[in-house]
């Protein structure tokens, strides 16, 4: 239930970022909606007051006001906030922000794919990655990486029901099922 509320959430606000006029890079929203989540995550007592009933919406509201109001929010995404807050669905925000890149994604042709790499990858390498699974699927990839020691060497990449598996252990595994034919 509190994903298809989430979701309905972040589908308006996409719906204003996308039209036509707005001016507002869905990147920019993203990023000024994560680093209020991260902002709400670090700081017991901001979540204190705006997770508590017995703060008056107004007041809640002040708050926010200064916070953004230091990191040069847009009036966009503070009215958004503000309405999230009002409709006490801010413990939400995270989930809503997901789905919001989901749904930006989506609309803009953007496929997710998960990298997993036996270490950590630098920025080359993760640009290297995200240009070739382009190439490989001829569509916009956006990777999220993560490591896995088990692979031993080399990267794996799940872009929906698909598996590209360059590591060690695949090849090892590949090696495995044609020495045993």
């Given at each position: 239930m509190a994903q298809v509320v989430a979701s309905?959430?972040?589908?308006?606000?996409?719906?204003l970022v996308v039209r036509s006029g707005s001016g507002l890079d869905p990147a920019i929203v993203?990023?000024?909606?994560r680093t209020f989540s991260e902002t709400l995550k670090s700081?017991?007592?901001?979540?204190?007051?705006?997770?508590?009933?017995a703060v008056a919406t107004v007041r809640k509201r002040e708050v926010v006001s200064r916070i953004l109001s230091e990191e040069r929010v847009?009036?966009?995404?503070?009215?958004?906030?503000f309405v999230i807050i009002g409709r006490r669905?801010?413990?939400?925000?995270?989930?809503?922000?997901?789905?919001?890149?989901d749904t930006i994604d989506e609309r803009m042709g953007v496929v997710k794919a998960a990298v997993?790499?036996?270490?950590?990858l630098d920025d080359k390498q993760k640009s290297a990655v995200a240009e070739e699974l382009e190439r490989l699927?001829?569509?916009?990839?956006?990777?999220?990486?993560?490591?896995?020691?088990?692979?031993?060497?080399?990267?794996?990449a799940k872009i929906g029901s698909r598996v590209y598996d360059g590591s060690v252990r695949g090849e090892l595994s590949?090696?495995?099922?044609r020495l045993v034919q």
């Open positions: 309905r959430y972040a589908k308006a606000l996409a719906d993203s990023a000024q909606l700081s017991a007592d901001l979540r204190g007051i705006l997770l508590s009933p847009s009036e966009l995404v503070q009215n958004f906030l669905r801010i413990s939400m925000l995270d989930a809503i922000v997901e789905a919001f890149q997993s790499s036996a270490r950590p699927t001829g569509q916009k990839v956006r990777c999220e990486f993560a490591t896995d020691p088990a692979l031993v060497g080399g990267v794996t590949a090696l495995r099922r």
